[in-house]
């Protein structure tokens, strides 16, 4: 454990954490260590396994079951949600004197190294491993988490020093911020999403800007370039750098204007403590961008193929369809979770073939690009793949199969991860000739 923690540190008071997930998870664990009574909140039964009911009784916590209610908050001094619990959901059930905040904001209090911490509607888990990657190269000693996988209490509980914290931060981490300040902070973009977490665009933005109200005048603040007005309304105490897509930066495997951008905020981030562009440059011209990122990953004929699973937002898309040069055959659908699809049309009429819709979302889709394009939609993603292969075994030209969902997955898969894999499992079985990039 970090020389911040010791048992006894929040003897006495009660905590409840919010969710069962590996955050809540976690932020349990850290509870525990500082000495506190924990309760254990989820609403679905269903994610209680038999490995964390022994967990449970080891850690000596208590479970509760079901919808939430006030007397599940009864007592508590504190109340740490994890990330995807809306804080409207709780408040009325949690004592007025009661603090809360998120998973990360409670192992914040226990961090003493320098925070780099990268937010925005897209490109924060390629940025954030592209940091990381950066500084590795570099000799340095790195921990790369947050909203990306490890959660921040993890780090707190574990042994190993590091020189940096590299956090992906997300909306839902952020409305639980009172406190936290990471050093340097970015912000990549900012669009609709999420808006069925939040109760309105507004909400999001202010959770997004959280981030960066505890800065102080020696730390800094990255945003784009766009967004300026709005940002120099909010009096922050950071100094302030903006930034624009480039070609400053040339990387053969991020490409588009969403790179481009991606690697300027990176590259001002690590700028603030002492890069140079030619350090950028050369650490950084190993780093391949993470799975279901705009991964082209196979090659059939003259098809590329590319796993964008990650893409869940209308934004995300948009960057895709522009990061391509060749006529693509699009497949798209889910959850929709808000947005202008209006906004693709002149795109998807200059550059889309064909759309393979599949799962949930089919007239929000077709209502807004029905005339842009032919349109198909199926109801599993295997289904659009016998149709797929018909019309590539047609084709001679150069094209780009590229799965982009502008949407969340929950309808049809486990998460974005599950979407991509068995993509990828598809593509190799429709096209078991091709090879991989």
Request: charged share 25%; glycine share 6%.
């Amino acid at each position: 454990m970090r020389e911040l923690v010791f048992k006894g540190q929040l003897k006495g008071h009660k905590a409840v954490v919010v969710g069962c997930g590996r955050s809540g998870q976690a932020a349990v664990n850290l509870l525990v260590a500082l000495g506190a009574d924990v309760c254990l909140v989820e609403r679905n039964k269903n994610k209680i396994s038999s490995t964390i009911l022994d967990w449970v009784e080891e850690k000596n916590v208590k479970l509760i079951l079901g919808e939430h209610k006030k007397s599940h908050f009864k007592g508590a001094n504190l109340v740490v949600l994890s990330p995807g619990v809306p804080l409207n959901r709780i408040r009325s059930f949690v004592p007025s004197n009661a603090f809360i905040c998120s998973e990360l904001e409670l192992a914040s209090w226990f961090v003493d190294k320098p925070i780099i911490a990268i937010t925005g509607t897209n490109g924060k888990t390629t940025t954030t491993l592209l940091i990381a990657h950066v500084l590795k190269q570099a000799g340095k000693k790195v921990f790369a988490g947050g909203n990306l996988g490890v959660p921040l209490s993890e780090y707190v509980l574990g042994g190993e020093q590091v020189d940096f914290l590299i956090l992906e931060v997300s909306s839902f981490q952020l409305q639980g911020c009172n406190s936290f300040r990471p050093q340097v902070a970015i912000l990549l973009n900012f669009s609709p999403n999420h808006l069925d977490f939040h109760l309105t665009e507004e909400e999001y933005w202010e959770a997004k800007i959280k981030l960066f109200i505890k800065q102080k005048q020696n730390d800094i603040g990255i945003f784009p370039l766009e967004l300026k007005p709005k940002i120099e309304e909010l009096n922050l105490s950071c100094s302030r750098v903006y930034f624009i897509p480039s070609n400053r930066f040339q990387h053969e495997f991020l490409i588009g204007e969403h790179n481009q951008a991606n690697m300027e905020a990176a590259f001002l981030a690590l700028r603030y403590i002492g890069f140079s562009e030619q350090d950028f440059a050369e650490y950084s011209k190993d780093f391949r961008p993470p799975e279901h990122r705009m991964e082209f990953f196979w090659k059939w004929k003259n098809i590329a193929f590319v796993n964008d699973s990650k893409s869940t937002t209308v934004a995300s898309l948009k960057a895709a369809l522009e990061s391509v040069n060749n006529p693509i055959r699009l497949l798209c659908g889910g959850i929709f979770k808000g947005g202008d699809l209006k906004e693709l049309r002149d795109i998807v009429k200059n550059k889309v073939k064909k759309i393979y819709l599949f799962g949930e979302s089919k007239d929000i889709f077709q209502n807004s690009l029905n005339d842009c394009c032919p349109i198909r939609w199926f109801e599993t993603l295997e289904d659009v793949f016998k149709e797929l292969r018909e019309d590539l075994l047609k084709e001679e030209d150069s094209e780009v199969v590229m799965l982009s969902p502008a949407t969340s997955s929950f309808d049809l898969f486990k998460d974005y991860k599950d979407r991509g894999n068995k993509f990828k499992m598809l593509v190799r079985k429709y096209f078991e000739n091709g090879q991989q990039l």
